[in-house]
């Protein structure tokens, strides 16, 4: 399953596989230095939370590759420009400030070290952070999966797979571990507005792997929910607060509304990289806008009148209490509260799953 690669190390340079072009073709973008890589991460090239912070960690061990014939003190300060650089491209998911934290403590443990070498040691450390976050999304997807019935009706939103880490994913890595488990599973995909992640992306993706997918416009899932055709919601997640409030892409509030109402059970699959103990709750989660253009038209087609103007927030923030269950590489945590969160970044238990439970039948409505 999900045999391409999102980003990938090739000839002294990272490649981002483009998601702006999919799904019509699978281009690969160069990058060779920090910049390239802040330019690719705040032009949607790359996205998704964990894969933001791998190709982060390139950006700096690029930096360092770049200038490794160079001075300690020239080398010192290019990295720490490189750093200010992918700090800034883009503000919500955690991830990226967690990756050039670990990169800049890597930095500091080499010391005043000859250039070439602390090159080689920057370089070796994004390759681990690449490594550990495909291996950590099987092991979550693992955990996740044992909530998954056999023949459950899966709703996601915008893309948590393997695009949006260094392979497997988190909402996907779920959805492929419970298929690799033998259990048959059907995926509704929200379209995603206005980037399309959803319709593009987590289509393609689970169409590379044979998984059904039907793709629905964002309004839509709550006629489907009313009518007994979900089971499950998955998601991913950006930035998880201390409290366990969740940000995630634009439009995942509503559903978890939504859920709640139809006594569906709610689950946020993320990486312990994507907590941060230091935002105390979701109101204090930074959230990205973008441009309004990506709302009132694509591809040079304009939609909306002249003149109007458009708001086009990237994210939203879930509260705790709607969530069922956060699930991470170390267990599923049910119900997340401050309690909660504490006790999984600090000693690594969790609650234990529950046993998933069948199906409804589509012919049973709920009202």
């Not at 964990?50 to 160079?70: D, F, H, M, T």
């Not at 044992?146 to 939103?157: F, K, N, V």
């Not at 204090?284 to 304009?302: C, Y």
Request: charged residues 20%; contains cysteine.
């Amino acid at each position: 399953m999900a045999a391409f690669d999102t980003l990938r190390w090739r000839d002294g340079r990272l490649e981002l596989l483009d998601q702006r072009a999919l799904p019509a073709a699978a281009n690969y973008v160069g990058c060779d230095s920090a910049r390239a890589v802040a330019e690719g991460i705040r032009d949607m090239v790359v996205r998704g939370a964990p894969a933001i912070g791998c190709a982060a960690a390139y950006g700096v061990a690029l930096e360092a590759g770049r200038l490794r014939a160079s001075t300690f003190p020239d080398l010192a300060a290019a990295l720490e420009a490189a750093h200010g650089l992918l700090a800034a491209s883009r503000p919500t998911a955690v991830n990226l400030s967690w990756a050039l934290a670990r990169m800049r403590g890597r930095q500091a443990a080499l010391g005043a070290c000859a250039p070439g070498v602390l090159a080689d040691e920057l370089l070796a450390e994004a390759h681990r952070i690449r490594e550990e976050d495909e291996r950590l999304n099987h092991v979550l997807g693992a955990h996740g999966a044992a909530l998954i019935p056999d023949g459950a009706r899966i709703l996601t939103h915008c893309n948590a797979g393997a695009l949006a880490t260094a392979g497997h994913g988190t909402a996907l890595g779920v959805i492929r571990s419970a298929v690799a488990a033998g259990k048959a599973v059907s995926v509704y995909a929200d379209e995603t507005r206005p980037f399309l992640q959803g319709a593009r992306l987590t289509a393609w993706e689970l169409a590379q792997d044979g998984i059904p997918v039907t793709v629905i416009v964002d309004a839509a899932a709550g006629h489907l929910m009313s009518r007994g055709e979900i089971d499950v919601v998955i998601v991913g997640a950006d930035r998880v607060a201390a409290n366990g409030d969740v940000a995630n892409k634009i439009g995942t509030y509503p559903l978890a509304v939504l859920a709640r109402r139809h006594g569906l059970p709610f689950y946020v699959a993320c990486p312990l990289s994507s907590v941060d103990p230091a935002i105390g709750r979701g109101a204090d989660i930074p959230i990205e806008e973008r441009l309004g253009d990506e709302v009132t038209g694509h591809d040079g087609v304009r939609w909306a009148p002249a003149g109007v103007g458009a708001r086009n927030p990237v994210f939203d923030v879930t509260p705790a209490a709607l969530v069922s269950a956060l699930i991470t590489e170390r267990g599923v945590t049910h119900a997340p509260d401050r309690a909660r969160m504490r006790s999984l970044l600090e000693s690594g238990r969790a609650a234990a799953p529950v046993r998933a439970s069948s199906p409804r039948s589509p012919r049973s409505p709920r009202r």
